[in-house]
């Protein structure tokens, strides 16, 4: 609401503007940090009146939004942030409102200093969501990401329009996989992030992509190394006990896309390949030659998986 509408707030600054709404509507980037705060450009919901809004980030995941149009929300996995998918955001704003936003402790939001589980990262997660948009939305995420959309989609079903697991699964971890985090948070406690994502990013590319992506590769360690290692740890606890949700996938009313890298060694393919199954409709790409992060290795490709995920989802809708 504009200041005309409520005098008073507890959540932000709100101020008139002298955009046109017309300008406002094609404004491609509506978010900006400053300092402890976090502004952007929106409509008063009562009187379409021109404002911005300044919220403390206590209050608000970093985010970025770009586009107009139905929207899509993209995820990023562990020690990732909003960047993983700069280029995805460009081209997939031609045609849709994009929003990628950074999970609590990652990229521009504070470091976590205290124990979280999935269910409160998806909370924080949907609250931000709900905080831009009230419609339905298609939400598309990686790995972690994969983990915190489930279980958005477990606490709010009715407001996916569509479910994109990009490298990710509704499996629980094997216990083989839960003693491998218990070791990473064993790690992290005794040495540094730096130390841990130096043998953490050249596994997540095929061996034949990395003198390829080499710019890549550095994009994520350089991500990685500025997460602090009070998040990663916590993280990797909710991770490791995380629940089994395969039934968000057989009770979904909504489309399900699986993008799967057939050499993925952070989500195996053939453990995790029967939940393909579970979904009343589902949309599958296995990549060859694809480890855990197709948006690099397989860029074009995926992101015109993404696109025509998009597509079919608000295709049902109408």
């Known amino acids: 609401m504009c200041r005309g509408c409520l005098l008073n707030s507890e959540t932000g600054i709100k101020a008139n503007t002298k955009l046109s709404q017309n ?54 996995g562990f020690c990732e942030s909003t960047r993983i998918w700069e ?17 609590p402790g990652f990229g521009g939001n504070p470091a976590l200093q205290t124990d979280i589980t999935i269910e409160e990262l998806a909370a924080k997660v ?5 905080a831009l948009t009230s419609e339905p939305f298609v939400l598309i995420a990686h790995s972690l990401g994969g983990y915190v959309a489930l279980a958005l989609a477990e606490q709010q079903p009715q407001a996916l329009r569509g479910l994109g697991l990009f490298h990710s699964t ?70 490791r006990d995380r629940p089994d949700r ?29 939940q393909l199954l579970l979904p009343q409709q589902a949309t599958v790409h296995v990549l060859a030659e694809v480890a855990h992060m197709g948006m690099f290795e397989r860029r074009e490709e995926t992101l015109a998986m993404c696109r025509s995920f998009a597509q079919l989802c608000y295709l049902n809708a109408f």
């Open 246 to 274: 395969t039934q968000v996938l057989k009770e979904a009313t909504y489309p399900v896309m699986f993008i799967a890298g057939r050499e993925d060694k952070a989500i195996d393919f053939e453990a995790s390949k029967e």
């Open 126 to 130: 949907y609250e931000q969501i709900y």
């Open 23 to 76: 300008k406002f509507r094609k404004a491609q980037i509506k978010y900006f940090l400053v300092s402890l705060y976090a502004a952007r450009l929106t409509l008063c919901r009562i009187c379409s009146a021109q404002i911005i809004i300044i919220t403390f980030m206590n209050h608000t995941l970093s985010f970025i939004e770009k586009g107009s149009g139905p929207v899509v929300v993209l995820l990023h």
């Open 87 to 103: 280029y995805f955001t460009d081209q997939l704003s031609n045609e849709y409102r994009v929003i990628a936003i950074d999970l």
């Open 170 to 239: 509704a499996y629980p971890d094997s216990d083989e996989k839960k003693e491998a985090r218990t070791k990473t948070v064993d790690f992290l406690e005794r040495h540094s992030i730096e130390a841990f994502i130096e043998g953490f990013v050249h596994p997540l590319f095929h061996f034949r992509n990395r003198k390829f992506l080499e710019r890549e590769m550095q994009l994520i360690a350089d991500v990685g190394k500025s997460t602090a290692t009070s998040t990663a740890i916590a993280v990797t606890k909710a991770m």
